[in-house]
C-alpha cells in the first residue's frame, strides 16, 4: 500500500479498477505545477462556465433597457454563491452601456450619488441583495432618477412586479466539476476524476462556492507536490 495524498485532512487516493492506491508518479509534478499556476491566475472565464444562458438573457435586457423609454425591470434570483453577482458584473463588462451602469448593494449603500449623474441620461441599476419590505422606497427614486432595474434576491420576492424574471439554479457536482476542469484548460486529464468528485461533493454537501472548489483543488495540489518532493528526498 502507497501513501496517501491528503486533502484538509481526508485521505484522498488515486483509486484504481482493481481497489489497490497509487501515488503520483514523479512524471506528474511538472503537471500539477503547471495546473497550480492556472488556478492561481486571478481572471474572470469568458464565458463563466455553465451561466452561457444567464448571461444571454441579462445581456438582452441590458440592451433594451437602454433602447425602451420607460421604467425596465428584471429580477435576479437564485441561492447565494451560485453566480448570480459574477454573470451581473461581467454583462456589465461587455456592455456598451457600462458606464451607465451602476451597482449597489442595498444592504450597506443607498442611491444618493444618483443625484450627482445627469437625469436626462437613461441610466441601468444594480440592486443586489434587494428585499422589498427593506428597500422599496428605492423603487421610486430609481424611477424618478431615469433609472432601469435589476433587482438581485436570494428567494425570489413575492412583492416584487418585475416584467423579467430569471432563477439561478444551484451549481450541480457534475457542473462543479466541469467548470474547474475548463479552468485548468488542457491540463485537467493529470487529476483523476476521483479527486473531482470529492471536491464537487464537499461543496455540495457544505454549501461552498465555485471559488471555494478552486481553492480545495489548490490544496490538493500542493499536498501531491509535497509529498512527490518527500520521497524523491
Request: proline fraction near 5%; glycine fraction near 4%.
Amino acid at each position: 500500500m502507497k501513501n496517501p495524498v491528503f486533502i484538509e485532512n481526508v485521505v484522498i487516493f488515486y483509486i484504481l479498477d482493481v481497489g489497490e492506491m497509487e501515488t503520483p508518479s514523479v512524471e506528474d509534478r511538472q503537471h500539477f505545477v503547471e495546473c497550480l499556476k492556472i488556478l492561481n491566475t486571478d481572471a474572470m472565464w469568458h464565458p463563466l462556465p455553465c451561466r452561457e444562458s444567464e448571461i444571454g438573457q441579462i445581456s438582452l435586457f441590458i440592451e433594451e433597457s437602454f433602447q425602451n423609454e420607460g421604467l425596465q425591470t428584471m429580477m435576479v434570483s437564485g441561492p447565494p454563491l451560485c453566480g448570480k453577482t459574477s454573470v451581473l458584473q461581467f454583462c456589465i463588462s461587455i456592455s456598451p452601456f457600462e458606464k451607465q451602469i451602476f451597482y449597489t448593494n442595498c444592504e450597506d449603500q443607498d442611491l444618493n450619488f444618483l443625484d450627482e449623474v445627469p437625469n436626462d441620461m437613461k441610466k441601468l441599476i444594480i440592486l443586489d441583495n434587494f428585499v422589498f419590505q427593506n428597500h422599496n422606497l428605492m423603487i421610486p427614486f430609481c424611477s424618478e432618477h431615469n433609472c432601469s432595474i435589476i433587482f438581485v434576491t436570494r428567494t425570489g420576492d413575492g412583492f416584487l412586479d418585475a416584467s423579467r424574471k430569471h432563477i439561478f439554479s444551484k451549481y450541480t457536482r457534475y457542473q462543479i466539476e466541469e467548470i474547474l476542469k475548463e479552468k485548468l484548460q488542457n491540463k485537467s486529464s493529470c487529476i483523476p476524476d476521483e479527486i473531482f468528485h470529492h471536491i464537487s461533493a464537499k461543496i455540495d454537501n457544505n454549501h461552498l462556492s465555485i471559488p471555494d472548489s478552486v481553492q480545495m483543488l489548490i490544496e490538493y495540489l500542493n499536498g501531491a507536490i509535497m509529498q512527490l518532493d518527500h520521497q524523491t528526498e
